[in-house]
């Protein structure tokens, strides 16, 4: 084939089209214009919430998970779980975290290692979640000394193997009184201050997957009881509070590696592991990652979900 040569017209003779108004319109459209710019001028940026402007901006999505300048509280945070969650916001930025406990040495204990890991402002308050005056006095103190309540982790509780026929009623209410009962009157207090401040926040309940299941062979009657019962609380809260901005979810663990499971025969854990199809013990750390997920923005349209981490074991 022949070349074909086209030749273009150097790219300053190129003009771009252009609008043009007859000269009596044109002081309307420069009017407009301003009018436009001025108004513009005057909305606060800080005032345009990330989630409803309508001024869609790309977004790091790992900004959504830090929580710089937040507080939180974590009910028996001194060990275990609730200090593996603890760990995991204070890695995200968190300003002030308050460790309520019973065992004063171990959670004064995790503050100081919290702070000098983190750097965050941490504070112990012994607490028995199951005395509400206490609690409400120490969401206070800690509002008080940390500013504010952004996040609360209810990870306190309890479990006993004990067969039905044995069960005492007031061993079975003290499992009750402390797992469902002092979840509600923790997430009560702390819900107040939330709503007072008017800037919403986020409760994560800790469950367990013997809330939607019955472990076997545990006898453990009142601990499946009380933890069904925190999750329905959960959900009942959530829809309660979703018009002042709290969200509400659950984190409902499997069998896992902590000191409280470490307690019994060593027969249970053989039949944990097998009943498992991942056939291990979940690790404390596994569940910081969802903590912080349901702590933080990632999750911000997340609220009365129950998440199971339970290696597999409620599906079969």
């Known amino acids: 084939m022949a070349a074909v040569s086209v030749q273009f017209p150097p790219a300053e003779d190129v003009m ?52 710089d300048g937040r507080v939180a509280v974590v ?16 890695a995200a930025g968190l300003s002030g975290i308050a460790i309520l406990d019973l065992q004063t040495d171990l959670g004064e204990s995790a503050c100081k290692q919290l702070n000098s890991e ?51 009623p007031a061993k079975f209410r003290r499992v009750i009184d402390i797992n469902l009962n002092g979840s509600f ?14 800037r919403g926040g986020s409760i994560i309940f800790i469950g367990s997957m013997s809330g939607s299941i019955v472990n076997w062979p545990n006898p453990q009657s009142a601990y499946n009881a009380s933890k069904a019962g925190v999750i329905h609380l959960m959900k009942s809260l959530s829809a309660e509070w979703a018009q002042h901005r ?31 199809p991942m056939g291990r013990l979940g690790q404390p750390e596994e569940l910081a990652g969802c903590a912080l997920w349901l702590a933080s923005d990632a999750s911000s349209f997340c609220t009365g979900s129950d998440i199971l981490i339970d290696g597999g074991y409620t599906v079969l």
């Open 118 to 168: 983190y750097g965050v402002s941490a504070r112990f308050y012994r607490l028995d979640v199951r005395d509400e005056v206490a609690v409400q006095d120490a969401m206070d103190s800690v509002v008080r000394d940390l500013g504010k309540i952004d996040i609360l982790v209810l990870s306190a509780g309890v479990a006993d193997l004990v067969h039905a026929e044995d069960y005492s």
């Open 16 to 67: 771009a089209p252009t609008a043009s108004f007859p000269p009596a319109s044109q002081h309307i459209v420069d009017e407009c214009h301003d009018a436009i710019m001025t108004a513009a001028a005057k909305v606060p940026t800080e005032s345009l919430d990330p989630v409803t402007t309508s001024v869609h901006r790309k977004r790091n999505v790992f900004d959504m998970f830090r929580l």
């Open 185 to 198: 009157v923790c997430a009560q207090a702390a819900g107040k201050h939330m709503i007072a401040a008017g």
């Open 246 to 276: 709290i969200r509400c979810n659950s984190i409902s663990p499997g069998y896992m590696d902590t000191p409280l499971n470490t307690t019994y025969e060593e027969a249970y854990f053989h039949e944990w592991k097998s009943r498992t």
């Open 75 to 90: 009910t028996g945070g001194a060990r275990g779980l609730g200090y593996s969650m603890a760990e995991g916001l204070c």
